[in-house]
């Protein structure tokens, strides 16, 4: 017996080392991965027309900013949530007391054609924003008129701001120019100096070529750079060729000519998402449409009521403006300050649509039906204004819209078409409005704040059109303005939110979107706030056409024995 079990042991033991060797024996499955490599040509259909490739001479060409994007570089730059980040620099630091910005220039930063990037040459470009040659708006060249620039060596630089001021960072995007290409030229030239046509800069991307065409520009090659400060981009070249508008532009990506559609606009964004090849993207932009009210004109003293102001709010239907007249092109806008940004306070009081809501407010303020009379009125004053509106297709529809659902809630609306330029000059600049539907723009300024349109000081001659005098909101945003912290931004502007919300001096619309169409052979594009419509292409250093095959071992799994 003992013998027996001394020989079952025996037997066992072997069987687990059998079945340990089977093991390690087992066959290895190889795994081809995909792997972003160099190489392909990207060509996009670009909405508009060549003027001059100048980060100097770009500001009123929403084209030429798209190409001189991959050009030339800035000495920040900023993330999707508006936060900035290091281009040309490598870092940066601020004084205490928030008025001298010393920079460092990347070591391997280098111009086109092989020149260091150095410290004169960022002296050199801001003397030419401040010139008479360069299209910078004048508030622009104001500040850097005020601003000391000095040269602390090669690499190094400094900046000293006559008082802290937060957004700064906003004002150093702009392209580096080289001083050794350009210094010759004299500022009042610029805009026909050969550099426009052949330019040089530190981007991305090289110039390569233009394309020409019965003596007309019909577009540009980019090639890939191999000394970019950041790697070369994966796309070897960029090819831009100019189209008049989206339906055209469409057509081109149809009949094969082209890859990428700049811009995809409302008549043809349908058409467009049946493509089954091309990937629509849709990105907020940095704007709001919304309701300017005018809170110091007497012959509408029921705007100073803040109830009055939140059943106005309360009784307005943006689902369907956004929905239907806008076709989707558009976010319900709750907060001044745009979603996406740091900034941004998700938990502000939202506004949905209730009329019964907005009727009870109306009608706790004193605002009944006087006999035979489809219009609420007090003590005389009944809910009449007018709204003026720029004279667009859109604008119109919008703002009869509007006039149908304050009918509803018994608040009578006398709609004024007049040209955009009037609107602005004649009626919100002059502050002779009562109420008014438009836009704000913060195109080409990440950091988020909203001093310039709602702090007291803007009232008179600034562009808080609504006039709103709150001395806690203007408290919040002067503060946010030193303040270095960005966490302490954050804190206050959330405040100045909650505030906005509660008194809202003016109604908050929408925030539109733009649209654009990539092949979905183009791999790793990924979409993000916009600040310009530039930074579509912000990482166009990330998309690839061309993949390599890269090897993983795993082992296979070997099937159990019955």
Same mark, same amino acid.
């Given at each position: 017996?003992?013998?027996?079990?001394?020989?079952?042991?025996?037997?066992?033991?072997?069987?687990?080392?059998?079945?340990?060797?089977?093991?390690?024996?087992?066959?290895?499955?190889?795994?081809?991965?995909?792997?972003?490599?160099?190489?392909?040509?990207?060509?996009?259909?670009?909405?508009?027309?060549?003027? @001059?490739?100048?980060?100097?001479?770009?500001?009123?060409?929403?084209?030429?900013?798209?190409?001189?994007?991959?050009?030339?570089?800035?000495?920040?730059?900023?993330?999707?949530? %508006?936060?900035?980040?290091?281009?040309?620099?490598? +870092?940066?630091?601020?004084? &205490?007391?928030?008025?001298?910005?010393?920079? +460092?220039?990347?070591?391997?930063?280098?111009?086109?054609?092989?020149?260091?990037?150095?410290?004169?040459?960022?002296?050199?470009?801001?003397?030419?924003?401040?010139?008479?040659?360069?299209?910078?708006?004048?508030?622009?060249?104001?500040?850097?008129?005020?601003?000391?620039?000095?040269?602390?060596?090669?690499?190094?630089?400094?900046?000293?701001?006559?008082?802290?001021? +937060?957004?700064?960072?906003?004002?150093?995007?702009?392209?580096?120019?080289?001083?050794?290409?350009?210094?010759?030229?004299?500022?009042?030239?610029?805009?026909?100096?050969?550099? /426009?046509?052949?330019?040089?800069?530190?981007?991305?991307?090289?110039?390569?070529?233009?394309?020409?065409?019965?003596?007309?520009?019909?577009?540009?090659?980019?090639?890939?750079?191999?000394?970019?400060?950041?790697?070369?981009?994966?796309?070897?070249?960029?090819?831009?060729?100019?189209?008049?508008?989206?339906?055209?532009?469409?057509?081109?990506?149809?009949?094969?000519?082209?890859?990428?559609?700049?811009?995809?606009?409302?008549?043809?964004?349908?058409?467009?998402?049946?493509?089954?090849?091309?990937?629509?993207?849709?990105?907020?932009?940095?704007?709001? %449409?919304?309701?300017?009210?005018?809170?110091?004109?007497?012959?509408?003293?029921?705007?100073?009521?803040?109830?009055?102001?939140?059943?106005?709010?309360? %009784?307005?239907? @943006?689902?369907?403006?956004?929905? =239907?007249?806008?076709?989707?092109?558009?976010?319900?806008?709750?907060?001044?300050?745009?979603?996406?940004?740091?900034?941004?306070?998700?938990?502000?009081?939202?506004?949905?649509?209730?009329?019964?809501?907005?009727?009870?407010?109306? /009608?706790?303020?004193?605002?009944?039906?006087?006999?035979?009379?489809?219009?609420?009125?007090?003590?005389?004053?009944?809910?009449?204004?007018?709204?003026?509106?720029?004279?667009?297709?859109? =604008?119109?529809?919008?703002?009869?819209?509007?006039?149908?659902?304050?009918?509803?809630?018994?608040?009578?609306?006398?709609?004024?078409?007049?040209?955009?330029?009037?609107?602005?000059?004649?009626?919100?600049?002059?502050?002779?409005?009562? &109420?008014?539907?438009?836009?704000?723009?913060?195109?080409?300024?990440?950091?988020?704040?909203?001093?310039?349109?709602?702090?007291?000081?803007?009232?008179?001659? %600034?562009?808080?059109?609504?006039?709103?005098?709150?001395?806690?909101?203007?408290?919040?945003?002067?503060?946010?303005?030193?303040?270095?912290?960005?966490?302490?931004?954050?804190?206050?502007?959330? /405040?100045?939110?909650?505030?906005?919300?509660?008194?809202?001096?003016?109604?908050?619309?929408?925030?539109?979107?733009?649209?654009?169409?990539?092949?979905?052979?183009?791999?790793?594009?990924?979409?993000?706030?916009?600040?310009?419509?530039?930074?579509?292409? &912000?990482?166009? /250093?990330?998309?690839?056409?061309?993949?390599?095959?890269?090897?993983?071992?795993?082992?296979?799994?070997?099937?159990?024995?019955?």
């Amino acid at each position: 017996m003992k013998r027996l079990r001394w020989q079952i042991l025996v037997v066992a033991v072997t069987l687990v080392i059998v079945a340990l060797l089977l093991l390690s024996q087992q066959p290895v499955t190889t795994i081809i991965l995909p792997e972003a490599a160099p190489g392909g040509i990207y060509t996009e259909a670009l909405i508009g027309s060549m003027g @001059r490739l100048n980060p100097m001479l770009d500001w009123n060409n929403p084209a030429d900013r798209d190409v001189n994007r991959l050009l030339f570089s800035g000495l920040v730059k900023f993330d999707s949530r %508006g936060l900035p980040q290091p281009d040309l620099v490598d +870092s940066w630091g601020v004084s &205490a007391d928030g008025k001298v910005y010393n920079f +460092s220039i990347r070591s391997n930063a280098l111009w086109h054609d092989g020149t260091p990037v150095t410290s004169d040459d960022v002296i050199f470009t801001i003397e030419m924003i401040k010139s008479s040659g360069s299209l910078f708006p004048q508030d622009i060249k104001d500040l850097w008129s005020q601003i000391l620039v000095k040269r602390l060596d090669d690499k190094t630089f400094q900046f000293t701001l006559p008082e802290p001021f +937060s957004p700064f960072l906003d004002y150093v995007t702009f392209g580096i120019l080289p001083k050794h290409l350009l210094e010759s030229v004299p500022a009042d030239q610029l805009p026909s100096a050969e550099f /426009n046509l052949s330019p040089v800069g530190t981007g991305p991307y090289k110039f390569g070529e233009l394309l020409i065409s019965g003596g007309q520009i019909t577009g540009v090659v980019l090639v890939a750079n191999q000394d970019y400060f950041l790697g070369a981009p994966f796309v070897e070249q960029v090819v831009f060729r100019y189209f008049p508008n989206s339906a055209s532009a469409l057509d081109a990506y149809r009949q094969g000519e082209v890859l990428g559609i700049s811009q995809l606009t409302q008549d043809v964004l349908e058409s467009a998402l049946q493509e089954p090849g091309l990937s629509v993207y849709t990105s907020r932009l940095p704007q709001m %449409g919304l309701v300017f009210l005018n809170l110091n004109n007497p012959t509408v003293g029921f705007l100073q009521d803040a109830n009055v102001r939140r059943a106005l709010m309360l %009784g307005l239907n @943006r689902t369907v403006i956004v929905s =239907h007249i806008l076709k989707g092109q558009a976010i319900v806008a709750d907060s001044p300050i745009l979603p996406g940004s740091w900034a941004y306070y998700d938990e502000i009081e939202k506004f949905p649509y209730d009329p019964e809501a907005a009727i009870q407010l109306l /009608n706790k303020e004193g605002y009944i039906f006087t006999a035979g009379s489809s219009v609420r009125s007090k003590d005389g004053q009944p809910l009449t204004f007018t709204l003026v509106h720029p004279d667009n297709e859109i =604008h119109t529809q919008i703002a009869q819209a509007i006039q149908s659902d304050w009918a509803l809630i018994g608040v009578q609306v006398n709609l004024q078409s007049v040209p955009y330029d009037s609107m602005v000059n004649d009626y919100l600049t002059t502050r002779n409005f009562e &109420a008014a539907l438009g836009d704000l723009s913060t195109s080409r300024t990440p950091d988020p704040d909203p001093y310039l349109f709602w702090h007291q000081a803007e009232a008179t001659g %600034g562009q808080n059109y609504s006039q709103w005098d709150s001395r806690t909101a203007s408290e919040f945003l002067e503060t946010a303005r030193t303040a270095a912290d960005f966490n302490e931004r954050a804190r206050l502007y959330r /405040n100045f939110q909650v505030v906005f919300a509660k008194e809202l001096p003016s109604l908050p619309l929408y925030y539109p979107v733009y649209s654009y169409g990539v092949d979905a052979q183009v791999q790793g594009v990924q979409v993000a706030p916009m600040y310009d419509i530039s930074d579509r292409l &912000a990482l166009i /250093n990330e998309w690839y056409l061309v993949t390599r095959r890269t090897l993983e071992e795993q082992p296979e799994a070997v099937p159990a024995v019955p």
